[in-house]
């Protein structure tokens, strides 16, 4: 679906700035920076209708004026080119630590009080306007999940215009206007995001428009950016492929004039590139140069020039609170008067509170105001996925003869990935490292090709303009795409190396974070979830070493929002589509799917891995002696992951040759939040599924993926949780084979075996020669190893016997 | 100490490549090539002096053919420019997966038989060389720990030019050349690290060569880079302030002349800048405009041009093994045969495997190679460092009236580091994300300033170009400037809010896995740990809100190396100084000191600090009423860092004040990792001490900083874990006051009091009207900080109170 552009007006300017015009758009934005310093300082008084009294202040001064009045700037004219022109625009605010300027803005709108009615647009709602700022049982001092009109959160900087970005994937009428401060754009990720546009295709995509404010300084320290000369930063965003705007000075009304120019000028070259994409036989065949506004005005802009003799506005120092005495210092307190008065409220406001009727009326109105649009809500714009039946992918697995064959066990998910973006052409998209193909989900690019506008050589593999597959050898842009693409309502999954996701591991964090919060408020529409896919496991990074081997995402997520997280480790490639389509149907969670990408053996069929992935964990009697020899067991296996899994069923075998008598219980762990009480996290097992799976006194040993300790940290408040002995991942690689990972991490089929018999605690016929067997093998396989590039040929190629029934009972 | 540069030949320029020296230059660089291919393929015949059979074959192919032409390129004419000019050359390979490329070379040169002799400079040494290549038991496939020459692992990538500029910092006569690959180039933190020359002082600092290769692929697609127009580049590299030399084409001849061109000017141009700044009266005022390559050559230069008939060389198909099937199809083996035979092995290596005399007189001598530079090696460099006596910062404590005194808690800590700074001006440096006064430790801009080489504007507070704070807005650039920084031989300190040192944890975690390996190899000497300072922590970052608010770091530590991995918690100023300063002169380790920058209660004296540090953790019997009572303990309450501590402390002397019969005893953690089994972690506390500490059956109270579930992983295993009760962070956060923050996490006073009635087991007088207290306690605060911006005025003043002995035992 390709969309049109409105051609009205695209030949007709914006209509210049008028006089009146202009006075009014500074009142309004003075109506902006007034409300910014009032939340900042004010817990009374809002209007200052009364004269500034100490206790008038709030006890403890939070908050960031200096990014504010840019930011407040930039909302206004945002303001203007909504109204004249009907662009539906998101604002995503960089130095998001100006909080207040942005709830401000949303309030002068209306779109506070709809949202907050106890926030009124009066003189009441002031008051609660401001005394609710960066108070307890209050807001958050950045912009944040309860800001309306927000995707994007403003602590953890760097992620502004990739966040821009993924909103405007496929959103060809939406404008995301960007304001990156030059503090952030020290950052890696953020230096990274500005070749997003390499990835913007004009014809089906909306348009990013970055406003890079310069005002020179960080917390303490000027900033980079700040002290370079325009020609170099004109050339380093020109290298990037922009066409740079340039608005500069501490003029008001000068910078006001220019600003509005310059966002003209944008927003029709944004629209002639899109015009041009769009008109019929129209194409993309080079990154078009888009249009970005350097915006250089002073830090603290209309704030206290000078405090106590030292210069404030236009330096460091007006970074936060620019007089912090106020409630101590009779001076402090009038000077801050001065400032209020300076923006004159009493002809801003009418008596009643109410934004002056003339100013009210240069807003947007309904959905078109920066802080309703619907592309902030996404749940709003959210339509569940088109999904085939997974059954159409799944393999066939005969339960007569499981594990005797091995597959990609991400290929099916690929077939399926390939008929979702098949049948939802606008509306979904996968994310990934330049690893698409080598994590086996390469069935995709026989219906669309990979994205990347720009010249196309002969020699590239399905790469265009109109690809849909997202590859770029970023995990912050993987990543960050994805979260604003889901965030504006739409479905993905980001692919990746699983000891790499490690690099955006704090974007995830974040991210948790933000939908934690956002399922508290009632008018945030659940968000389509945010799913990883971690391939290219540490047991199987085998030939690249140690330093692709790091389970420890899991680690990293799993103290996170139980209402949030879901770790998956499908041990087969039928419970991985189970558990794929349960993910991509699901809202609000970070879904962990951790799966190789490798040939593996493979168990399940079809029904029984959906009722395994339902269940969250299930005892596979198959491989057991349990119920052959009609007792309760003297050990429970239980395998978590797919690799533990083998080494898991494995060891049971050797168990079941060797000690026949011996009663084994195989469990099997899909959803590995399911280990923690119910109490703590809504997939918990319950306590008698715990016991069904584990019984209550048995001894456990678990093969588990990640580190070991991640499934001990899970079972602390169940029942004897010292009777599972865990084998993980140990921190033990480097390039030898894939039998060898687990023997250098102890977690081989012949270390399993070992600690169950010594764990079972009941001597049977067979034990010692079990013991010496595993111990022969270990020793077979270092020398092996010294010898050959591959594993032992009867490891590499085992598979589960099932022709070696367990003996009936011998009593 | 500012170096000088040696000006011969700094008007004399580098001899023009004359036809023989391109002859014997060439001849080199297929050496290389030649011996990078036989590492990837051949596991015998290493020269070919048979004829190529399928047994000469590995049975697995892998490693990255792709790039190592380019790194050979570079390394041949690195040779050159130290054998004509004398100077030390560190190179850093971006592109790491070329591993067999700088294996081949670090062999050409000799150094790699001197480090690894079975590999000697013979046909045995060169079989054993090829075989060894990618091998269980052998070596990896990427640069990494084992590779001679190397401070740079080659798996993650995004950090060659963060680690060649940490590498430059006070080594002002190195040059790091880095090589900087297109695909690593478009990773944010490559991004974020080209304005390293902002904070690069040639006066006192190295010099660093960008080369970036621009080979068009990566894996499977096009590179951003390689698809920009050569205007972009240059714009984008000198808006990055950078003067760029091309030097383009696959006419082998030609690119090396123009190679070796632009090497020597931009050699000439890095020693100008050098002698300018380094003159009698030379002075550095903005950033001067440094060199960078970029080499255009196809990828896989020189291998298969085409296989089965579509195009490889100079194509993505060319990244990793451009035959792949030399065992299976005999085509394929004539063509690998053909391709090796092309680079003319006979007349390279003479008959015994040695490089030909004339070539070998190519490579530098001694410590001069690349591979056998001491900067590589940086254990060899190290001096320690001169540490003041830490009993000059020392808060004063009077143990008869501990816990009184409030004082930010790493205030004293920048006192000693001020002094460090002092006493150490070229070795020792803290790099911090702009927030080194925030979070308090400014005392040291009294002798150094914040470092930036640019133009210093009058309202700039302490920032200059000789300034030795390395702050910049990128955790990326701070972690990986420290990395280099230390792996070279010097010591330092990152300090940084605790929720955004998540930013760069997965570059922690691949440097710990690099000490890790490096500890093993008897040749890499131990270097300074990387000391990470979490500051500004969970607990208190209750105005800044829920994105700030995130102790994770633990959890992603904990899992790896316990050779390597230490995290302290000390709970006052005293502490903290005890363990910084062991820090400090620790090798090989890293090092999480988590210590909150606000005022908190003080506690320790100076003898105590050292040697509970020392301990790892004590029972503080003033704390306790187990002494005076004079029976074993009821409960044992725990606090482990800061925070917590003082709520443990809290819950203790309500505990005393309402059930004076209760026994209880007050523990404190301060090494975190001692809580695993000895056998585990080699601070892992002893049984009997643990026992001493914790006692066998007791139940157990912890206050703990992180998440609860990270205690509990470190339990496992220990006498009866169950009893442990742990309280810590479990994600509820917002803009807040202090206390409300641990009541938000359950882990205030009131609950740990609360718990630990509960946990007591025996009844004492006393128990309900404790219960109620809290309770009481915590309605009055929910209502309180609805109306208020701080918390309750007893709970703000808390302090510990001495005057209140437990009373006589009642028995």
């Given at each position: 679906m390709t969309a049109t552009v409105d051609v009205d007006g695209l030949d007709r300017p914006t209509p210049e700035l008028d006089e009146p015009s202009l006075d009014r758009l500074i009142a309004y934005w003075n109506a902006a920076n007034y409300l910014t310093a009032a939340q900042i300082y004010l817990r009374a008084n809002p209007l200052l209708r009364e004269p500034l009294r100490r206790e008038h202040i709030k006890p403890r001064l939070l908050g960031h004026w200096g990014t504010s009045p840019a930011l407040n700037l930039v909302y206004a004219h945002l303001n203007r080119l909504v109204s004249l022109t009907g662009q539906d625009v998101l604002y995503v605010a960089g130095p998001g630590h100006g909080g207040p300027a942005l709830v401000a803005n949303t309030y002068l709108e209306g779109t506070y009080s709809e949202i907050y009615p106890r926030v009124s647009?009066?003189?009441?709602?002031?008051?609660?306007?401001?005394?609710?700022?960066?108070?307890?049982?209050?807001?958050?001092?950045?912009?944040?999940?309860?800001?309306?009109?927000?995707?994007?959160?403003?602590?953890?900087?760097?992620?502004?215009?990739?966040?821009?970005?993924?909103?405007?994937?496929?959103?060809?009428?939406?404008?995301?206007?960007?304001?990156?401060?030059?503090?952030?754009?020290?950052?890696?990720?953020?230096?990274?995001?500005?070749?997003?546009?390499?990835?913007?295709?004009?014809?089906?995509?909306?348009?990013?428009?970055?406003?890079?404010?310069?005002?020179?300084?960080?917390?303490?320290?000027?900033?980079?950016?700040?002290?370079?000369?325009?020609?170099?930063?004109?050339?380093?965003?020109?290298?990037?492929?922009?066409?740079?705007?340039?608005?500069?000075?501490?003029?008001?009304?000068?910078?006001?004039?220019?600003?509005?120019?310059?966002?003209?000028?944008?927003?029709?070259?944004?629209?002639?590139?899109?015009?041009?994409?769009?008109?019929?036989?129209?194409?993309?065949?080079?990154?078009?140069?888009?249009?970005?506004?350097?915006?250089?005005?002073?830090?603290?802009?209309?704030?206290?020039?000078?405090?106590?003799?030292?210069?404030?506005?236009?330096?460091?120092?007006?970074?936060?609170?620019?007089?912090?005495?106020?409630?101590?210092?009779?001076?402090?307190?009038?000077?801050?008067?001065?400032?209020?008065?300076?923006?004159?409220?009493?002809?801003?406001?009418?008596?009643?509170?109410?934004?002056?009727?003339?100013?009210?009326?240069?807003?947007?109105?309904?959905?078109?105001?920066?802080?309703?649009?619907?592309?902030?809500?996404?749940?709003?714009?959210?339509?569940?996925?088109?999904?085939?039946?997974?059954?159409?992918?799944?393999?066939?697995?005969?339960?007569?003869?499981?594990?005797?064959?091995?597959?990609?066990?991400?290929?099916?998910?690929?077939?399926?990935?390939?008929?979702?973006?098949?049948?939802?052409?606008?509306?979904?998209?996968?994310?990934?490292?330049?690893?698409?193909?080598?994590?086996?989900?390469?069935?995709?690019?026989?219906?669309?090709?990979?994205?990347?506008?720009?010249?196309?050589?002969?020699?590239?593999?399905?790469?265009?303009?109109?690809?849909?597959?997202?590859?770029?050898?970023?995990?912050?842009?993987?990543?960050?795409?994805?979260?604003?693409?889901?965030?504006?309502?739409?479905?993905?999954?980001?692919?990746?190396?699983?000891?790499?996701?490690?690099?955006?591991?704090?974007?995830?964090?974040?991210?948790?974070?933000?939908?934690?919060?956002?399922?508290?408020?009632?008018?945030?529409?659940?968000?389509?979830?945010?799913?990883?896919?971690?391939?290219?496991?540490?047991?199987?990074?085998?030939?690249?070493?140690?330093?692709?081997?790091?389970?420890?995402?899991?680690?990293?997520?799993?103290?996170?929002?139980?209402?949030?997280?879901?770790?998956?480790?499908?041990?087969?490639?039928?419970?991985?589509?189970?558990?794929?389509?349960?993910?991509?149907?699901?809202?609000?969670?970070?879904?962990?799917?951790?799966?190789?990408?490798?040939?593996?053996l493979q168990y399940l069929t079809a029904a029984e891995a959906d009722e395994h992935a339902a269940r969250g964990g299930s005892v596979w009697d198959w491989a057991g002696t349990e119920s052959q020899l009609g007792r309760d067991p003297d050990i429970v296996l239980v395998g978590i992951g797919d690799v533990p899994t083998m080494e898991i069923l494995a060891a049971a075998q050797l168990l079941r040759q060797f000690v026949p008598s011996l009663s084994i219980r195989v469990v099997n762990v899909i959803d590995l939040m399911a280990l923690l009480r119910s109490d703590l996290h809504p997939h918990g097992f319950s306590n008698p599924m715990f016991r069904a799976l584990f019984t209550d006194e048995t001894d456990v040993v678990v093969g588990f993926h990640g580190y070991s300790r991640g499934v001990h940290q899970l079972l602390h408040g169940r029942r004897n949780p010292q009777r599972f002995h865990v084998r993980g991942f140990i921190e033990q690689g480097t390039t030898t084979t894939p039998f060898d990972m687990l023997v250098r991490n102890e977690v081989s089929r012949y270390h399993l075996a070992r600690l169950a018999i010594e764990f079972a605690r009941t001597t049977h016929p067979g034990t010692d020669r079990l013991v010496t067997h595993c111990e022969t093998q270990l020793s077979r396989h270092h020398d092996y190893i010294r010898d050959h590039l591959e594993d032992l040929p009867e490891i590499r190629n085992w598979t589960w016997d099932d022709s070696q029934p367990a003996p009936e009972p011998s009593v």
């Open positions: 647009a009066d003189t009441a709602g002031l008051t609660r306007l401001v005394e609710q700022f960066s108070t307890p049982g209050g807001i958050p001092s950045h912009v944040s999940v309860p800001t309306p009109g927000s995707i994007h959160e403003g602590g953890e900087l760097g992620y502004a215009l990739v966040h821009a970005f993924g909103a405007a994937f496929d959103h060809p009428d939406l404008l995301v206007a960007a304001v990156v401060g030059d503090g952030e754009a020290e950052t890696g990720p953020l230096e990274g995001s500005w070749k997003g546009i390499t990835f913007l295709n004009p014809a089906r995509d909306g348009a990013v428009l970055p406003i890079l404010n310069l005002n020179q300084y960080k917390i303490a320290n000027p900033t980079v950016l700040g002290r370079r000369s325009r020609d170099q930063v004109t050339a380093y965003l020109a290298g990037h492929g922009y066409e740079v705007l340039w608005v500069e000075g501490s003029d008001v009304r000068q910078v006001h004039r220019d600003f509005a120019a310059a966002l003209a000028t944008a927003h029709q070259a944004i629209r002639r590139i899109q015009h041009a994409a769009r008109r019929p036989g129209g194409t993309v065949t080079d990154t078009p140069t888009w249009p970005v506004i350097v915006l250089r005005t002073p830090k603290g802009w209309t704030g206290p020039h000078e405090v106590d003799g030292v210069q404030v506005e236009g330096t460091f120092r007006a970074h936060q609170v620019p007089l912090a005495g106020v409630r101590d210092n009779p001076e402090h307190l009038a000077q801050l008067d001065a400032w209020l008065r300076s923006y004159q409220p009493e002809r801003l406001f009418d008596a009643d509170g109410r934004l002056a009727a003339e100013l009210a009326a240069l807003a947007p109105v309904g959905d078109k105001r920066l802080g309703a649009t619907s592309y902030a809500n996404g749940g709003r714009r959210t339509e569940p996925l088109r999904l085939p039946d997974r059954r159409a992918y799944t393999l066939d697995i005969d339960p007569r003869h499981r594990g005797r064959v091995s597959y990609e066990t991400t290929r099916p998910l690929g077939e399926l990935l390939r008929d979702v973006y098949r049948d939802n052409p606008t509306t979904f998209r996968v994310f990934s490292p330049d690893e698409l193909t080598s994590n086996r989900l390469g069935a995709i690019l026989e219906v669309t090709d990979r994205c990347m506008v720009a010249p196309i050589d002969p020699h590239d593999d399905r790469v265009s303009p109109s690809g849909r597959v997202m590859e770029v050898l970023s995990e912050h842009l993987c990543q960050g795409w994805l979260e604003a693409y889901t965030l504006t309502g739409r479905h993905g999954l980001f692919a990746t190396y699983e000891a790499f996701a490690m690099v955006s591991a704090s974007m995830l964090v974040q991210h948790t974070k933000w939908l934690q919060e956002g399922a508290k408020l009632g008018w945030r529409e659940p968000v389509p979830s945010l799913n990883v896919l971690l391939t290219s496991t540490c047991w199987r990074n085998d030939h690249n070493g140690f330093s692709h081997q790091g389970p420890g995402l899991i680690d990293t997520v799993v103290p996170l929002s139980p209402g949030v997280i879901r770790i998956w480790l499908p041990p087969d490639a039928n419970s991985l589509l189970s558990v794929a389509d349960h993910c991509l149907r699901s809202r609000d969670h970070v879904n962990l799917l951790v799966a190789d990408k490798q040939p593996h």
